[in-house]
């Protein structure tokens, strides 16, 4: 176990921003911790470097506790949001940074500055000033100067946060082949759901300082844990109803808009009949036809909206109480006008079920 | 005909150096023209007392740098003055640091608190000083109280060390206004990201905080040094044998000896040290670091 957190609280004078965190990242996984701004992800983040200690709990890294010593003891390194380059350093005094603070002798800086400046292209900006630079290039200066170190767990603060939207899917790209080349564990922290999909091995989804969800894209995706989790990742819709029927791995519900049927493995918290749940599909779920097919869960509908957008087109229908539901599908021409009747359908293994209280 | 408003801002605009009209003038009569009189009164000849003739004779200069006395007056300013710089730079900073990391809410509050000595006549401050540091000051009576002297000992006033207290006291808000600026402008997460690279709390001191406020301990000397050189009041109200500076020197040679181009030429020979030492400073700093 490259990193582990037991039990992590954290407060500030009366505001709790973190609740029993508990995580666990094995050695070259990349985890993504993904959470609005002020649910808390950050503070986790800096809690793991060191630059913030927690009020409860314990931070192991490969093992050894290192939950109260101070950021320069620890074998991470953080990539600051703001990148936290040095102004009054050059490309190449930034990335040497801490290389000559372990005293590093001077042919060892230079051999694997250099060697880090090849790895992330920015070997002909070594002499140049950091304010004399891109945006992109600041952002590889930042990596560079934190991965020159060789450490054991790199943190990454929303380092992307300043970068338009085309330069920042370059740099998952590239962020993840880098990744798997230099092998160690990369902790990175975002709100972007889209990056987070894009980067992860795992996903922590963290809201109001507690972790919704810590699983794989797939886990996460396919079957979120809360409706926190849903409702942030991906798009999904939502029907409110009550719970009819209970039976072996089959659960029914009884919606404003007809009956739904759902599989128990998709099911969170166990209802009974009569309880309140929220039912959620995902758009790309859900099936178009002319006509009533046989399945289960089926519902008629009026097409409201179409809406073609290069490779997904996104449908939006009206269901007969007047509720929305949307649909996304990759095939382009199935013939369909504003205001034409439809019935839409879709698997009980596709049916998410959460409690509401 | 008049010309319109319009028409007149339009002939106004098309002619962009008559702005330069006011400010230049301003400059010239009451900058450059003075201080070309003075280079040019440093030349005259001195015949005797508030007499001289209109000459181009370099005199003055050789009789300031040939004699002991003022040569030493001059080196006796700069190191009066350098002391007190760099103990105003020792107590001005971690001021500056303790107000810009840890009070940032109210830090104008404070720096106003700190102006206000500054509103004080500047005469009535250097006495002030005198009711402390003088043989019937508080320094002596609670040195005697105490019983570590037995009676009172006039070695705190009328030296060189009064006239650097004093300096302090008169400059530290200029002092500590510069690098707090200086200081304010470094982000939080520089320091971080020098811990977290692996450096201690001085070593991120030495290797970040120092080098990124070097603009503002440059403005600190600016600010400082230049008015500092010139002054003569405070050596005359609390300097003694040992303070004597070259402020005094012009002040003697100006309304006592009479001798205005000795008196002036020590005022070109203060203005060409001050320009040295601001240059060398610059040199050192590396000013220009920052903006590469």
Same mark, same amino acid.
């Given at each position: ?357 | ?74 080196? @006796?300013?700069?190191? #009066? !003055?350098? *002391?007190? $710089?760099?103990?105003? =730079? ?6 500056? /640091? ?60 009328? @030296?060189?060390?009064? #006239? !650097?207290? *004093?300096? $302090?006291?008169?400059? =530290? ?6 690098? /707090? ?64 500076? #070259? ?7 100006? =309304? ?37």
């Amino acid at each position: 176990m490259s990193l582990k957190l037991e039990n992590i609280h954290k407060f500030f004078g009366h505001i709790t921003a973190l609740k029993n965190v508990n995580l666990e990242v094995n050695k070259g996984e990349l985890l993504v911790i993904l959470g609005t701004s002020g649910s808390g992800k950050s503070t986790l983040l800096r809690i793991i470097s060191g630059l913030e200690k927690p009020d409860k709990g314990r931070v192991l890294i490969n093992g050894r506790d290192v939950t109260y010593e101070p950021p320069y003891n620890r074998p991470t390194s953080m990539v600051f949001q703001d990148l936290a380059l040095f102004p009054h350093l050059n490309v190449f005094e930034n990335i040497a940074f801490g290389l000559k603070i372990r005293k590093y002798d001077r042919r060892e800086v230079e051999i694997r500055v250099k060697e880090v400046a090849e790895m992330l292209r920015i070997n002909d900006l070594l002499d140049r000033s950091v304010a004399k630079i891109s945006g992109g290039q600041r952002q590889r200066v930042a990596l560079a100067r934190s991965l020159v170190l060789h450490p054991d767990i790199l943190l990454l603060d929303e380092p992307l946060g300043a970068l338009d939207m085309k330069l920042r899917m370059d740099m998952w790209v590239e962020l993840k082949k880098l990744q798997r080349q230099v092998a160690n564990t990369w902790v990175f922290v975002t709100h972007d759901q889209h990056e987070a999909m894009a980067l992860a091995d795992k996903i922590a989804v963290i809201n109001t300082g507690e972790i919704q969800q810590l699983g794989t894209k797939d886990e996460v995706y396919d079957s979120p844990a809360s409706l926190f989790v849903a409702s942030f990742i991906g798009e999904m819709n939502f029907l409110e109803g009550r719970v009819t029927e209970v039976k072996g791995d089959v659960l029914k519900v009884e919606t404003p808009v007809g009956e739904v049927e759902a599989t128990m493995q998709r099911v969170k918290g166990r209802p009974e009949t009569g309880a309140r749940v929220t039912v959620g599909i995902r758009p790309e779920k859900i099936q178009i036809t002319k006509t009533p097919n046989d399945c289960i869960n089926t519902l008629s509908a009026r097409v409201s909206e179409i809406n073609f957008s290069g490779v997904l087109t996104t449908y939006e229908l009206e269901l007969p109480d007047g509720s929305r539901i949307k649909i996304q599908t990759t095939s382009r021409q199935m013939g369909y006008r504003q205001g034409d009747k439809v019935y839409i359908s879709w698997s009980p293994e596709d049916v998410n079920v959460y409690v509401t209280q | 005909m008049l010309p319109s408003r319009k028409g007149l801002l339009t002939w106004l605009g098309r002619r962009r150096w008559i702005n330069w009209i006011p400010s230049t003038t301003y400059l010239l009569l009451l900058f450059y023209i003075p201080i070309a009189m003075l280079m040019y009164y440093s030349f005259w000849r001195y015949l005797k007392l508030f007499r001289f003739e209109p000459a181009l004779t370099l005199e003055n200069y050789l009789r300031f740098f040939t004699s002991p006395i003022y040569t030493r007056v001059l080196l @006796n300013t700069i190191f #009066i !003055v350098g *002391v007190a $710089m760099a103990l105003l =730079l020792i107590v001005g900073f971690p001021i500056a /640091y303790f107000i810009a990391r840890y009070v940032r809410s109210s830090a104008d509050r404070i720096i106003l608190l700190m102006l206000i000595p500054v509103e004080i006549n500047y005469l009535i401050r250097i006495f002030a000083w005198r009711t402390i540091l003088g043989e019937n000051g508080i320094l002596n009576s609670f040195l005697v109280a105490v019983g570590v002297i037995e009676k009172p000992l006039p070695i705190f006033f009328y @030296n060189w060390f009064a #006239i !650097v207290i *004093v300096t $302090m006291h008169e400059w =530290l808000p200029y002092v500590v206004i510069p690098l /707090y600026i200086s200081l304010r402008s470094i982000p939080r997460s520089l320091y971080e990201a020098a811990h977290d690279l692996g450096a201690s709390r001085l070593q991120t001191f030495l290797k970040i905080t120092l080098p990124l406020c070097k603009p503002g301990i440059l403005t600190a000397i600016f600010i400082v040094f230049i008015p500092a050189l010139g002054e003569f009041a405070i050596p005359a109200l609390v300097g003694g044998k040992s303070g004597y500076m #070259i402020g005094n020197m012009i002040e003697n040679q100006l =309304l006592a000896a009479g001798n205005w181009p000795l008196a002036t030429a020590a005022s070109v020979i203060l203005l060409a040290t001050s320009l040295i030492i601001v240059g060398i400073m610059v040199k050192i700093l590396g000013m220009e670091a920052l903006y590469r």
